[in-house]
């Protein structure tokens, strides 16, 4: 009879005193596999709750602190592939990811900007529509034609 009681104790007392955490942070994601991912990831014992916003792209994770830190947390979302606020996504894991889940790359950086293009009005040999379609390759691709060439 007494150690029914004491196992009551011990558990009433752990229930007690474990301490569920909220928080909310930034995960670099884009989609709906990419949620589904993340959220899968974060079922294990000591998270009870998570959930990605697609359209804010935050996380927001309620854990028990005795058996789940933060760190291990955003370590589980960086072995998975995704970044956060606080860790680099795992590079090997992140080429591993679909095309629609992967970051988007930066703009290749052509060597020209907007404005470093001056737009000709236009003359005699070279019509303005022309300038215009050069003008864009210019902006776009980064290089022009020849000025021999233009009609």
Request: net charge positive; aromatic share 8%.
């Amino acid at each position: 009879m007494k150690h029914p009681i004491l196992f009551s104790l011990l558990l009433i007392s752990t229930i007690l005193f474990a301490k569920n955490i909220t928080t909310q942070f930034e995960v670099k994601a884009n989609c709906e596999i990419c949620k589904e991912k993340i959220e899968t990831t974060l079922d294990i014992p000591g998270i009870t709750h998570a959930n990605w916003n697609k359209e804010t792209k935050i996380l927001t994770v309620r854990y028990n602190d005795k058996k789940v830190s933060i760190e291990d947390i955003h370590n589980l979302i960086s072995d998975i592939g995704y970044s956060t606020d606080k860790v680099s996504a795992n590079l090997k894991s992140q080429s591993k990811l679909m095309k629609c889940c992967q970051p988007k790359k930066p703009a290749k950086n052509c060597g020209t900007s907007k404005r470093d293009v001056v737009v000709n009005k236009g003359t005699a040999n070279t019509p303005i529509l022309t300038q215009f379609f050069q003008h864009k390759l210019i902006l776009y691709h980064g290089f022009s034609y020849p000025k021999n060439r233009m009609m």
